[in-house]
């Protein structure tokens, strides 16, 4: 018994995709732009797995498997990041961080 159709899931993953983008184009603090980077990564492996589900290839779930692999090595090295800018400049708004300077 199938309810959902390819579009539920992409439709989906574009509502996921926009709010993603939307809380990086408008957001300020380092930290929730960096986790809407991380659910606009979410809503690509989520069509990744739709569109290998209903063509019955096993191709895109394991593109996913890798995908979600390098982004737990993302993650620790872009949280190490923002805490490193925190500890050097005392904020992580991103309209604070404008100068390359020291």
């Known amino acids: 018994m199938e309810n959902t159709s390819l579009a539920h899931h992409l439709i989906l ?17 380092l930290l929730v732009v960096y986790m809407c980077l991380e659910l606009m990564l979410a809503a690509t492996t989520l069509a990744m797995v739709a569109f290998s589900r209903f063509a019955h ?8 498997f890798f995908v979600i692999t390098v982004a737990a090595a993302e993650v620790a090295v872009g949280l190490a990041l923002i805490v490193a800018l925190y500890r050097r400049r005392g904020t992580i708004q991103s309209d604070a961080l404008n100068t390359l300077r020291d």
């Open 57 to 64: 290839k096993m191709d895109g779930a394991v593109f996913v």
């Open 13 to 29: 993953a574009g509502l996921l995709f926009v709010l993603g983008l939307t809380g990086v184009l408008v957001r300020r603090n």
